[in-house]
């Protein structure tokens, strides 16, 4: 018997995506993204300002439609929001007149989960983001760093099987941004969940992908997918000193460095 090939948690077939604008000439801000990401796969995309990493996501969340092509989480089209997703933004979504435990458990409560229960999986997931102790302050008096772990605990509560990260920790300073990577790969091993993680940041995106995948200057496309085999569990700020990751680092940043250049050079030709 041949072994059946398993689903993809998501998968992408020639995605395009189209925007009308004022002008009434519709803008293209990605076209032909096919892409798969396996469940338990993190997955990391990298690609020049403006090409169209964040509208990738977005089909995928189903907040827009795509215009041409196919979308599909876990083997079904994505026509809604589907169920079973958990993201994270830059912005983060932790709102400023709730403690630490409702906004932990404001998922959970949405989903009509019974309060205390909602409550006693918020008490859990605060512990273990490392937060245990600041269930009841609120968002004004954590740090940048605390709030994160808030929203990552907002995030996983409801144990989804997609992550989606958009630039999560773009706003922190190196240190904490580093620790916040390990704690994140912690907190993600052994949960299954397919992770789609955007960033500006090669380091970062190396550091935890099983694959990098490189867009093209816009409108963005699948230029490259590379493979990251370094060994788990990772220490994100050990595996950046080992020659293995500089020689990965060199090869994806000369790939993801035509389409930088690319990008600045029309930039540079707007101005002229
Ligand atoms: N709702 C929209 N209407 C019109 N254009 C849009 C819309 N959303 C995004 N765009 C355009 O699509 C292109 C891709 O945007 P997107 O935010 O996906 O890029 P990105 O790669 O995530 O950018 P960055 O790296 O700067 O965050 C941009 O030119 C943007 O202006």
């Known amino acids: 018997m041949t072994p059946l090939t398993p689903v993809p948690a998501i998968s992408l077939r020639g995605a395009t995506k189209r925007f009308a604008t004022r002008s009434g000439a519709p803008f293209t801000a990605i076209t032909d993204v096919t892409l798969d990401v396996a469940p338990g796969e993190f997955v990391t995309i990298v690609g020049p300002t403006g090409c169209g990493k964040s509208t990738t996501l977005s089909l995928v969340s189903g907040l827009e439609p795509a215009s041409a092509g196919t979308v599909e989480v876990h083997g079904r089209p994505v026509t809604a929001i589907p169920d079973g997703i958990g993201y994270m933004f830059q912005t983060d979504a932790v709102l400023p007149w709730k403690s630490v435990l409702d906004n932990v458990a404001l998922g959970l409560r949405y989903h009509k989960v019974a309060k205390q229960e909602a409550h006693a999986r918020a008490r859990d997931w605060i512990q273990r983001v490392g937060l245990a102790g600041f269930e009841d302050r609120y968002p004004h008096q954590l740090s940048g760093g605390m709030r994160k772990r808030v929203a990552m605990a907002q995030s996983l509560i409801g144990e989804p099987s997609i992550l989606l990260l958009d630039e999560p920790f773009g706003a922190l300073d190196v240190q904490t941004r580093e620790h ?25 995106a190396i550091s935890l992908a099983d694959r990098v995948v490189v867009m ?9 997918t590379v493979p990251i085999d370094l060994p788990r569990p990772r220490k994100v700020e050990e595996i950046r000193l080992t020659p293995e990751f500089t020689e990965i680092y060199r090869n994806v940043w000369n790939s993801l460095r035509e389409e930088v250049e690319i990008t600045r050079a029309r930039g540079a030709s707007r101005v002229a």
């Open 216 to 224: 093209t200057a816009g409108p963005g496309t699948v230029k490259e």
């Open 180 to 204: 916040m990577q390990d704690e994140l790969l912690d907190l993600w091993s052994g949960t299954g969940a397919a992770v789609v993680f955007i960033t500006h940041d090669l380091t970062e």
